[in-house]
């Protein structure tokens, strides 16, 4: 199994720390975003949207690829069940998903690095940091609101989930992007909990092969 990523791609960390907490051994390639490697001919066939990460997989003989970091945490959760990422119940399942995407649907697409070079390119002058601070922040006060009544130690419960594995990336990123985290208790505190955790840790941007100075 190999996963292409960049160190500081929040997507890519997703798949890292789903892999690190699942005990799963893989070969990580690291893809230079800022040089343009995703652009490569080489790797844009194994990802049309030129975008990290690509999870390379081989299934009954066949040598596969999976993109969309979500995807690749369904696969996961599907043939790695355990320890799993998803509750039991059905309802907390879909709270999950429901956190889970407003930060991949919402919140992320919205201030990465394509986003933010088409901005400039259609905007000179236009400020990029404040635009992802903006949205950022929109996103983060609709997860604190949303997640607030069933959060435990974690955003949905006592247990890591989906919601934890994207959250933390993207308080990462809001650190990045000078936003003011002060208001959103819950997920400062659901952060904290899973920095405890060696998975977290081991899966960190500056904890991998090709992170660099930020």
């Excluded at 160190?7 to 893989?26: E, G, H, P, Q, T």
């Excluded at 040089?35 to 975008?51: H, L």
């Excluded at 974690?154 to 992007?177: E, I, K």
């Amino acid at each position: 199994m190999k996963l292409f990523g960049y160190w500081r791609s929040s997507s890519a960390w997703r798949v890292r720390i789903a892999l690190a907490f699942k005990n799963v051994d893989y070969e990580y390639v690291a893809v230079h975003l800022r040089n343009g490697e995703q652009k490569a001919g080489k790797f844009s066939k194994r990802n049309a949207f030129a975008q990290v990460p690509v999870l390379e997989i081989e299934e009954r003989g066949v040598r596969r690829t999976l993109t969309q970091s979500v995807a690749i945490l369904e696969y996961l959760e599907e043939r790695f069940a355990d320890p799993p990422l998803l509750p039991p119940d059905p309802l907390a399942r879909a709270r999950v998903r429901q956190l889970t995407e407003m930060v991949n649907s919402g919140t992320q697409p919205l201030q990465n690095l394509s986003v933010m070079a088409h901005l400039t390119s259609i905007a000179p002058g236009a400020d990029p940091k404040a635009w992802s601070r903006h949205f950022i922040t929109r996103g983060l006060a609709a997860l604190e609101a949303t997640a607030r009544d069933d959060a435990g130690r974690h955003l949905v419960g006592d247990s890591v989930t989906f919601a934890d594995v994207v959250l933390v990336p993207q308080m990462y990123n809001a650190r990045r992007f000078d936003v003011d985290l002060e208001p959103f208790e819950t997920l400062l505190r659901a952060e904290a909990e899973c920095e405890t955790l060696p998975a977290f840790m081991r899966s960190h941007p500056k904890n991998q092969p090709d992170a660099e100075e930020s």
